[in-house]
């Protein structure tokens, strides 16, 4: 693949992507955040009811960096420990103050050298659940199978100057906020509710939830007891 079609959704149509008006506490830090899924960016553009704008770009990937969190080299650790080192988030237990300080030792990922940042991107219920993990609250098995529910998208992140720099604009079209906030609404009240459901049918680290290693019926706590590179290995 030479070049990627990306979709930005925002209030307003955004044809020069700057880095500098772009916040720094999302997923993966800084930086301009698309979706190569039309539909998907529509519903980003209606945030809390408001009728927006979809920006499509293409991006040649000739020359670039691209980090992707999804391949297999990476974990769902590897991801959290991610959003954990940019996104604000309070350490309210213990508990939640060693798993982040075990993530970082252990899963922190060199995004320093990355053009382009790909991945998961993390909807409130869906670092809702992160939360519940670090909390010791769901077992390692229980936080996978969440982050599969609702569809989650994949978004890219355009994090360096070369990146926004290739970045070439296309056109925009309008997005209906009464049409796709109550499509992103019920995408995350549909997870809410699956993840529940799943909790009810099957006790907290119980087999059920075992599907490629009994790694899946720990908490964290518990695969911090465990050697680092087994421990890696296991979830791969």
Known sequence: MSALLLYHGSTSAVRHPCIERCRPHNDYGRGFYCTPTAEMAKEWACQKGTNGFVSCYELPLSGLTIVDLNKPEFTLLNWLEVLLDNRLVRLSTPTMQRGAQWLKANFAVDLS???VVTGYRADDSYFGFARAFLRNEITFGQLSAAMRLGQLGTQYMMKSERAFAALRYIGCEPAEASIYWPLQV?????????????????????????TESDTDSLYISDLMRLNWEDTYARLR
């Open 113 to 115: 050298t990355a053009d």
């Open 186 to 210: 019920e995408r995350e009240n549909k997870a809410r509710a699956d993840f529940a459901t799943m909790l009810e049918e099957a006790p907290r680290g119980s087999a059920a939830f075992s």
